[in-house]
């Protein structure tokens, strides 16, 4: 006698959480897809984190500011 054995879908596994950054604690995203910014991995501690929430960048503030005045001008 031939059994015949179907497959059974693999059990559930847990939905994978999205990754939130270390800085703000806000969760990663696709600026293309209008979802957020996008987590990069510090190269110093390992953790993830918004660019502008990297540890070290917060001169760049003052930069970006002065660049999206002169955008507007």
């Given at each position: 006698m031939i059994e015949r054995s179907l497959a059974q879908p693999a059990p559930p596994t847990h939905s994978k959480a999205p990754s939130l950054c270390t800085g703000c604690g806000e969760p990663s995203g696709s600026i293309s897809q209008g979802t957020g910014?996008?987590?990069?991995?510090?190269?110093?501690?390992?953790?993830?984190?918004?660019?502008?929430?990297?540890?070290?960048?917060?001169?760049?503030?003052?930069v970006w500011s002065g660049l999206e005045r002169m955008k507007g001008a």
């Open positions: 910014f996008p987590l990069v991995r510090d190269r110093k501690d390992g953790l993830m984190y918004h660019v502008r929430c990297l540890p070290g960048t917060r001169d760049l503030d003052a």
